[in-house]
């Protein structure tokens, strides 16, 4: 599990198999993780292999807050040599029934407050920070959650889900749905 340090304390950090990430926090959050879990992201691997040896490595991460950072670096930690399941697309059926226990409990403690699909806002800040981190399973796993909480529904309920406003007319909406037709057939 990464864990937090004192900023600028790296006595106990091991550099040869540890690095820092530091959250974009006012106060930056430090998070000692595993150099091999870090690796998880394209972005972070890129940079530790353009960097000599065992440097003692503190990266920014500019995009993302500490409370993120962690849910991120668990799932990282969790799975650099536990590798997740592909999860089919287009999705097939509910979330829940198509992942790993680990990942379930993951996604639906906090990520979706307690399996309330309207307690999303964490997902959502997981869902960027994987984008921009290049965590692909991550990012697999999170998108297909948003994907099968919006399957079956209306636009209007998608709408009031991630309270989006609607500003099409009554007239542009209808037609989209003809151009779009096609898509509510299949």
């Known amino acids: ?22 959250s974009n926090d006012q106060k930056p ?12 992201s394209g972005l972070i691997k890129d940079m530790l292999e353009d960097q000599e040896g065992d440097d003692q490595t503190v990266i920014p991460i500019p995009n993302v807050n500490g409370r993120t950072l962690k849910y991120v670096l668990e799932y990282c930690e969790y799975h650099w040599n536990n590798k997740a399941d592909p999860i089919d697309k287009p999705l097939r059926g509910k979330i829940e ?8 409990q993951f996604l639906l403690t906090d990520l979706i407050k307690g399996g309330d699909e309207k307690q999303h806002e964490l997902l959502i800040d997981v869902i960027m920070a994987a984008n921009f981190l290049n965590i692909k399973d991550l990012l697999d796993l999170t998108c297909a959650s948003v994907a099968s909480m919006i399957k079956g529904k209306t636009p209007e309920q998608i709408r009031a889900l991630f309270n989006i406003e609607n500003d099409f007319t009554p007239e542009e909406e209808e037609k989209i749905r003809e151009e779009n037709r096609w898509c509510e057939e299949s």
């Open 97 to 104: 029934e198509v992942i790993s226990s680990w990942d379930r």
């Open 1 to 22: 599990m990464p864990f937090t340090i004192e900023s600028g304390n790296y006595g106990t950090v091991d550099f040869s198999k540890s690095v820092v990430l530091q």
């Open 29 to 40: 959050i430090e998070f000692v993780v595993e150099r091999e879990a870090a690796k998880m």
